[in-house]
């Protein structure tokens, strides 16, 4: 089908029209809005990547996705790390946002088929140094 210049693309069907943007939450439809998921991950002294993922949040227009994420560093066969190997460490601290939707679909039979697909919506990446040697607030 030709879209034609200036031509919108609807996710609705046709007939009903469906406004997302200044609408209430409770007025889409069940299961329209995506839950957000953010991934912190770096990989520590030893070589192993730790991730730690926040918790699902109410499903909004606009969702509260602040919450504290602890991600602990640690050295082979040490209890507490050295300045000097804090200072040298060549790691990235990597956020990563997701959108989380199931997607329902009818199969044969009248079955329904549930389809769960985490998006990448996209990434920011911080090196560790920027982060040891800026300076206190």
């Known amino acids: 089908a030709d879209l ?9 069907h046709p007939a009903a029209p469906l406004q997302v943007f200044g609408s209430h939450a409770n ?15 770096i990989t520590d002294l030893t070589g192993q990547v730790i991730r730690h993922y926040t918790r699902p949040v ?6 509260d996705v602040n919450q504290m994420m602890v991600l602990t560093l640690k ?3 040490s209890k ?4 000097e190997a804090l ?7 990597a956020f990563t946002v997701f959108d989380d939707v199931t997607i329902r679909g ?26 040891y040697h800026a300076p206190k607030c």
């Not at 200072?87 to 601290?93: A, M």
């Open 80 to 83: 507490e790390i050295p300045q």
């Open 4 to 12: 034609g210049a200036g031509a919108g693309l609807s996710l609705a």
């Open 106 to 131: 009818p199969e044969r039979g009248g079955e329904t088929r549930l389809r769960h697909q985490r998006r990448l919506l996209g990434r920011f990446e911080l090196p560790w140094s920027t982060l």
């Open 87 to 93: 200072s040298t460490f060549r790691g990235t601290l």
């Open 27 to 41: 007025e889409l439809p069940a299961g329209f809005l995506p839950t957000i998921v953010i991934q912190m991950s």
């Open 58 to 63: 109410t499903s909004s227009l606009d969702p």
């Open 75 to 77: 050295l082979p066969d």
